[in-house]
C-alpha cells in the first residue's frame, strides 16, 4: 500500500519539481535555488485546490502512475532541470527516448482509435511484444546501457509479480507522460543538432596542418 501511494504521486511531483526548477534556471543558475523552487512548488500544489481538492491531488488523478523507464526518464529531467545538466548527448539517452518515442508511435495512435487494429492487446497475450522487448534488452545489454536494462528487469518483473494493477505488459514499459517527454527531447536533439555540426567543424579546420 505504501509502495502503491508514493507511485501513484511520483508522476506528479517529479513534474511540478522539474517544472519549478526550470522556470527558476531562467533567472538563476545556481543549483540550490532552483531545488528550493521545486521543493516550494510541491508546497504550493498541495495547498492551492481545484474544485474541492488540492492542486497536487488534481494531477495526481489526472496522470497515470509512472512505468518503469517513465519514472527514470523524469528523475532525470528532474536532475537537469535542478543542475541544468544535459543528457542529449549521451548515447543511452538517445537510445532510450528513441525506444520510448518509437514504442508510443506503436501504441497509442492504436490504443485511441486512430488506427483499425488496437495494439494495446499486445500486452495482454502473444509473444511480439515480450520478443521486442527481449531485443531492446539484449541490445542495451550488448552496449552496456546500465540503467536502460535495469529500467527493463523492473518493469519486467513488476509485470511478472503483478506488482502494479494492470495486467497489461505496455503499462510497465511505458507511460503517456514518458512518451511525451521522450517526444520533447528528441525534438530540442533535432533542434541542437545543427548548432553542434557548427561548433565541431571549426574544430576540425583549425586543427595544425602537417608540414
Same mark, same amino acid.
Given at each position: ?42 508546497? @504550493? ?41 544535459? =543528457? ?28 483499425? =487494429? ?5 500486452? =495482454?497475450?502473444? =509473444? ?10 539484449? %541490445? ?31 503499462? %510497465? ?19 541542437? @543538432? ?10 576540425? @579546420? ?6
Amino acid at each position: 500500500m505504501i509502495a502503491n501511494f508514493l507511485l501513484d504521486r511520483t508522476s506528479a511531483a517529479l513534474i511540478i519539481f522539474a517544472v519549478m526548477a526550470a522556470l527558476t534556471g531562467i533567472a538563476t543558475m545556481k543549483p540550490a535555488a532552483r531545488i528550493g523552487a521545486g521543493l516550494a512548488g510541491l508546497i @504550493l500544489a498541495a495547498c492551492l485546490t481545484i474544485s474541492g481538492r488540492s492542486l497536487f491531488g488534481w494531477l495526481v488523478s489526472a496522470i497515470e502512475r509512472p512505468s518503469a523507464p517513465g519514472l527514470l526518464l523524469m528523475i532525470m529531467f528532474a536532475i537537469s532541470a535542478a543542475t541544468e545538466r544535459s =543528457y542529449q548527448s549521451v548515447p543511452e539517452f538517445r537510445f532510450g527516448t528513441a525506444t520510448l518515442m518509437l514504442a508510443g508511435l506503436g501504441l497509442y495512435p492504436g490504443a485511441t482509435g486512430i488506427l483499425n =487494429y488496437d495494439t494495446y492487446v499486445l500486452g =495482454y497475450s502473444g =509473444y511480439l511484444l515480450p520478443l521486442l522487448l527481449a531485443a531492446t534488452l539484449g %541490445y542495451a545489454i550488448y552496449r552496456r546501457y546500465v540503467f536502460i536494462v535495469l529500467a527493463l528487469n523492473v518493469a519486467i518483473l513488476g509485470f511478472l509479480l503483478s506488482a502494479g494493477r494492470s495486467l497489461n505488459l505496455w503499462d %510497465y514499459v511505458i507511460d503517456p507522460v514518458a512518451w511525451l517527454l521522450a517526444i520533447g527531447s528528441w525534438a530540442a536533439i533535432a533542434i541542437n @543538432l545543427p548548432r553542434c555540426k557548427l561548433v565541431a567543424t571549426p574544430s576540425r @579546420l583549425a586543427a595544425p596542418q602537417p608540414s
